[in-house]
Structures are given as C-alpha cells and as structure tokens.
C-alpha cells in the first residue's frame, strides 16, 4: 500500500512570491490534515478535510493561506505571498476514519523562504 | 498551539537501556498517541492509548496515562541504535489532534 505522497519534497523560494505544496493521501482515507512543523517543534494543524469539506481551518492563517481539496482526494496548501517567517516543514497526514485516530504522515515538504 | 510538554526534551542513553519519557498535556482528550520521527522525515504512529485506559503495551513500548494528572508516559525497553528519532505525544479531541513538543533520543551502540 502507497503512502502519503507530497511534492516537492524541498521548495526556496523568495519572499513575497507563491508557492504551492501538493498532497495525495492514502487511497480510501477520507480525513486529510495539512500541519506546519517548525525546528524542533512538534506539528501545528492548519486544516483539516472531511472528504472535500474543509471542516477545521480555524488555525489557517487566511490573509496568505489557502487550501483545497478537490474531488475529495488530492489536496493543495498555498502561501501568497510567502514570508521569511513561513520557512518550515508543512506535513500531510490522512486517517481512514475522523475522529482524531491513527493518522498517517506524508514525508514533508521543507520550505525555505529568504 | 501545542497541546503540551515533553519531558525530557533530549535524551542519551546507550543500546540495550531502557528509555523514559513523559509527556504532560492541557486540555481534555478522547486518547493520546505516541508518534516517532527520524530526521528529516515523516511522523510514523506508535502506539494510541483511550482515555479510559490507564496501560497499553505493543512490543517493547509500554505507554501508561494519568488523565487526572493530564499526565502519560512512553517506556521504551532494551533500546537500539535505529530508535534514535524525536518522539511526540498527541492529545485526540474532537477529531484532532495537538502534538507536544517532542523528546529527541539518542541511542548509542
């Protein structure tokens, strides 16, 4: 079984451009979660999808933060326009039912925005 | 926001000791999950413990939760070199969950 899979795994990028961060979770996982990871610190949830609702982005940061979720599979995080602040690693996780169980983390992608 | 702390925040003990660590949390909480990670990589999931469970064991991990304490520990026996990873605790709430900061052990051969 294919895990989660996350492209690119490493984006630099200048301040003040766009960027965008793709997702595709584990077939037939339904829950799908975007979190922010700083150095040495644990995962911080910016949103989290119910199939294709976004039913938790309570901590997404909207003024530059937008997410999608189409068809209710692949999901897509964008940051416009990037700032220094947002160099971290943005992991996505899925989890076959809600609910808060066993979640199942993609690799990451490690932005780095100068 | 994270959900709480890890204690200790590193740890470095040698191959075939044992490793404690604890994890406090703040808010109310459905279950608490144990997750590694390795450099540079994704979160892998280790063990989940409900609230109403106070001990869970799964090989050598043994995972026990105080939840009048806001309190849980992971036990890690007869350690090996490959366990040298980051280790968080997560709160389960309401379909969510809050991770704590994480303990980084060391295991050397």
């Known amino acids: 079984e294919a895990g989660v899979v996350q492209s690119p795994r490493y984006k630099i990028i200048e301040k003040k451009q766009p960027v965008a961060f793709w997702c595709n979770p584990i077939?037939?996982?339904?829950?799908l979660y975007w979190y922010l990871q700083n150095l040495g610190q644990g995962p911080e949830l910016l949103i989290r999808?119910?199939?294709?609702?976004?039913?938790?982005d309570s901590q997404l940061p909207k003024d530059r933060f937008s997410a999608e979720r189409l068809k209710g599979v692949d999901s897509t995080l964008k940051i416009q326009p990037a700032e220094l602040g947002d160099s971290a690693v943005y992991l996505c996780a899925s989890s076959p039912v809600p609910g808060g169980y066993e979640q199942y983390f993609g690799p990451g992608t490690r932005l780095t925005v100068t | 926001s994270q959900q709480g702390e890890e204690d200790p925040q590193a740890l470095s003990i040698q191959e075939g000791e044992n490793a404690t660590m604890n994890c406090s949390y703040k808010?109310?909480?459905?279950?608490l999950q144990w997750y590694r990670q390795n450099s540079g990589r994704g979160l892998v999931h280790l063990i989940l413990i409900r609230s109403n469970e106070r001990e869970k064991h799964s090989g050598r991990l043994r995972v026990t939760l105080d939840t009048s304490k806001k309190s849980s520990s992971l036990l890690i026996t007869a350690s090996r070199a490959a366990d040298t990873a980051s280790y968080f605790c997560a709160g389960g709430s309401q379909g969510n969950l809050i991770f704590g900061k994480g303990t980084k052990l060391s295991v050397k051969p």
């Open positions: 077939s037939g996982h339904n829950t």
């Open positions: 999808y119910e199939n294709e609702e976004a039913v938790d």
């Open positions: 808010t109310s909480i459905n279950n």
